[in-house]
């Protein structure tokens, strides 16, 4: 096939189109067929007025973000900036470190503490200030995933001085209130770690979360309480010393709480980018 182009000036735009008739110089067995002449191109109908509505602009304020007051946006702008300099984030880390002592009471840096950091990453402190906190999200449009902020590492001795059923009650007793801060449909995110160090032996080694009695309880104690308010818990990524056990006990989980025709998915799985394919393929039967 040839495609021929033509130039056309730029004056003869602003005419009147009409139908351009090209004549092909090529000879093929079917150059020499005359074909009767085509009827002359009717005219377009004309659309009525009204039959074309053009959809109205978006307005700013249908944006979530639009709608954020400027004290979040400095403040958002001020950590940023902060966290983003190697030098102010040493010396900020060295400066909070210095003064730890300070933010268990009423002092200067508390409150600059509470006034920047806690209040870009924390929902709150108390049931009142995490329920203004999802009111203001949800006017927003945004969902909610709240998250109890309790978890510990191989190398933390910080729990060394509470007893292994303390650490467990305690990680109970706030997944519990976290549940009840929520309404039903929503997500509360947790970890495994944050039942204390006895859990990480077991999450290393791969052992069953009902080999330790009391963390086996607590945790189908909060997986049940979730499943009788409507709200579906989300098990948090760990370290990658342990995360092969967070893996094992979440789709145990599933297992069992994900069953049933009558009831909606109870129990979800944190996949992280490194053992993504490995694991997709091992636990996508029990999401279902």
């Not at 305690?170 to 006895?198: H, M, N, R």
């Amino acid at each position: 096939m040839l495609l021929l182009i033509r130039k056309v000036p730029l004056a003869a735009l602003g005419r009147r189109l009409g139908v351009i008739r090209f004549t092909s110089t090529i000879s093929t067995r079917h150059s020499n067929t005359i074909t009767p002449p085509l009827p002359p191109p009717q005219e377009a109908p004309q659309l009525p007025g009204g039959s074309f509505v053009v959809p109205p602009p978006v307005a700013t304020s249908s944006y979530p973000l639009a709608r954020l007051p400027t004290t979040s946006l400095l403040r958002s702008m001020l950590l940023h900036s902060i966290t983003a300099s190697p030098i102010l984030y040493k010396l900020g880390t060295k400066l909070l470190m210095m003064n730890l002592d300070s933010l268990k009471e009423r002092s200067l840096m508390k409150w600059g503490v509470d006034k920047t950091f806690y209040t870009q990453f924390c929902a709150g402190s108390t049931p009142a200030e995490i329920a203004t906190t999802i009111s203001e999200l949800r006017s927003l449009g945004l969902g909610v995933i709240l998250a109890y902020a309790r978890e510990a590492e191989i190398s933390d001795t910080a729990g060394l001085s509470e007893s292994q059923s303390q650490q467990i009650e305690q990680w109970l007793s706030g997944s519990l209130k976290t549940i009840a801060c929520v309404e039903p449909g929503d997500f509360v995110a947790i970890k495994y770690s944050g039942a204390g160090l006895s859990s990480l032996p077991l999450l290393s080694r791969r052992a069953p979360c009902d080999e330790s009695r009391g963390v086996g309880a607590a945790l189908h104690e909060i997986c049940k309480s979730a499943m009788a308010k409507g709200v579906r818990i989300l098990i948090d990524a760990e370290q990658a010393g342990v995360q092969d056990g967070v893996h094992d006990w979440t789709l145990e989980l599933m297992r069992r709480y994900n069953r049933g025709n009558d009831t909606k998915a109870v129990v979800y799985n944190t996949y992280q980018m490194s053992d993504y394919y490995y694991y997709y393929f091992l636990g996508m039967g029990y999401h279902c």
